[in-house]
């Protein structure tokens, strides 16, 4: 099965020139397990995942506890004993964990600190609950298997983006994250995607001559996974922003195709072998074009931004723009005040059943109406259906529908989201996923009560409460 490959995508520590690292005896860190306490302060309380940089564990943070505050519990990096004797890698890892602590985004995870504990050397950063996008992807391609249905990418296009928005604000600020791959991705259960590890990541800067002193400064270390990282990675050169494009190419083709498009290949087999992605089925020449240019395997081929590989990808008729402004741009300053300041609109079944014609608009109205829509499609391809609040597709509808009543096409636009909201309450009952479940038959029965196949659905979702 394919998906063995991504439950083993470990980074690997590589050192261009070798030098030995000197053996030890086993350490305290080698030892430590589930109930144990880290600087007297951090109480472990159960493994979250392992990978080639180390341990990472659920803990509770007892001052935190001690000064009263309920939300006490974070997730602790405890780094692993190979990392810890190369040379300069507690440095380099120090100096990059500051700067990652300088990224306070809701698309990358928040990093709290970096210290150590005699021999055991941590990182802490906030705990999240969800699952990691490797974890996905396997099974996505389960679900995949032998289906002949048309793919849905309405869900990929989302995560792609919110990755796109983490890596563009990280960009912006010289971090290039030089070891972007499923594994250091993760989905929360409110459908928000963010990004690990920029911690381990090595700084890029704007300078040349700044960029050869902080690569003599942090030694040969570098961290890669074969099959996310760029030919220049292999071959050592310096750290740039087209590296974490071509590990987000990667991903999209993951996430769009349900496969690698090298398989268990590396770059450097891909060169050597001349290998060439499958096409993949509903994308359009410019779609797959703006992907091929993602995954060149030559730095000066590739798409130079991540914002750019985006454009290309996103449909044409979405520009990507709009999706990237929600929350900043005045059209979603406007409708998020819209809906605080209003309660959110129940719409009446007539809508759906022989809805009369609606009135014609002009003026401002007409084109405040025609972008609502076009920022409602937005939404509504990238799976932002009914969160965040005011900042969603049936938010949006809605306020149109409150300017310009029969709107037909918001009416069309909402009986999509309806039937997506099914499919995905449908997902979360087969998931075991109840109270999703739940949220999402109210969200769309509040809409449209007498939705026949969203009824069922809470009738069936009642059924088998315990």
């Known amino acids: 099965h394919r998906h063995t490959d991504i439950e083993n995508e470990e980074t690997h520590i590589i050192q261009q020139h070798a030098r030995a690292a000197t053996p030890s005896a086993p350490s305290r860190a080698s030892k430590i397990s589930p109930g144990g306490l880290i600087n007297n302060r951090f109480h472990l309380e159960y493994m979250l995942g392992r990978g080639g940089m180390g341990v990472v564990y659920a803990a509770r943070d007892l001052r935190k506890e001690e000064l009263g505050d309920a939300d006490s519990r974070i997730a602790i990096k405890l780094l692993s004993e190979e990392v810890r004797h190369l040379p300069n890698a507690l440095r380099m890892l120090q100096q990059e964990c500051k700067k990652a602590q300088e990224l306070a985004h809701p698309n990358v995870v928040t990093v709290y600190d ?11 950063m906030e705990l999240l609950a969800g699952k990691p996008l490797d974890k996905y992807l396997i099974d996505r391609e389960i679900a995949a298997t032998g289906q002949d249905t048309p793919v849905d990418f309405s869900e990929p296009f989302s995560i792609i983006t919110d990755i796109v928005q983490g890596l563009a604000y ?10 972007l791959k499923p594994g250091n991705i993760f989905i929360t259960d409110d459908g928000t995607t963010k990004i690990l590890d920029f911690g381990i990541a090595r700084a890029m800067r704007t300078s040349r001559k700044k960029m050869a002193v902080d690569a003599s400064e942090l030694g040969d270390m570098i961290a890669l996974t074969p099959r996310y990282a760029s030919l220049e990675m292999f071959r050592g050169e310096q750290p740039d922003l087209r590296d974490d494009i071509y590990a987000l190419a990667i991903i999209a083709y993951q996430l769009l195709a349900g496969k690698h498009p090298f398989g268990e290949f590396s770059a450097e087999d891909v060169l050597h072998q001349n290998l060439q992605p499958e096409r993949i089925p509903g994308l359009t020449d410019r779609q797959w074009k703006g992907l091929l240019d993602g995954l060149a395997l030559k730095r000066e081929d590739r798409t130079l931004s991540v914002e750019a590989f985006l454009e290309t990808l996103l449909p044409k008729k979405v520009d990507y723009r709009y999706w990237l402004a929600v929350g900043t741009a005045a059209t979603a300053i406007i409708v998020s005040l819209f809906f605080w300041l209003q309660p959110p609109q129940i719409v009446a079944p007539s809508l759906f059943e022989n809805p009369p014609p609606a009135a014609e608009l002009t003026g401002a109205d007409k084109n405040q109406v025609e972008q609502l829509l076009e920022v409602a499609e937005v939404h509504l391809m990238v799976g932002r259906l009914i969160s965040p609040p005011g900042a969603n597709a049936l938010d949006v509808y809605n306020q149109v529908l409150e300017i310009h009543p029969y709107n037909r096409q918001a009416i069309q636009g909402l009986e999509t989201l309806l039937s997506k909201l099914t499919q995905a309450a449908k997902l979360a009952i087969n998931d075991g996923k109840r109270r999703r479940a739940q949220e999402l038959i109210d969200s769309g029965l509040k809409t449209y009560p007498q939705h026949k196949q969203l ?8 059924e088998i409460q315990p």
């Open 114 to 124: 970096f210290d150590r504990d005699g021999e055991v050397v941590y990182m802490t």
């Open 170 to 179: 990280a960009h912006k600020r010289g971090i290039v994250h030089f070891d």
């Open 455 to 462: 009824l069922a659905l809470q009738q069936q979702l009642m």
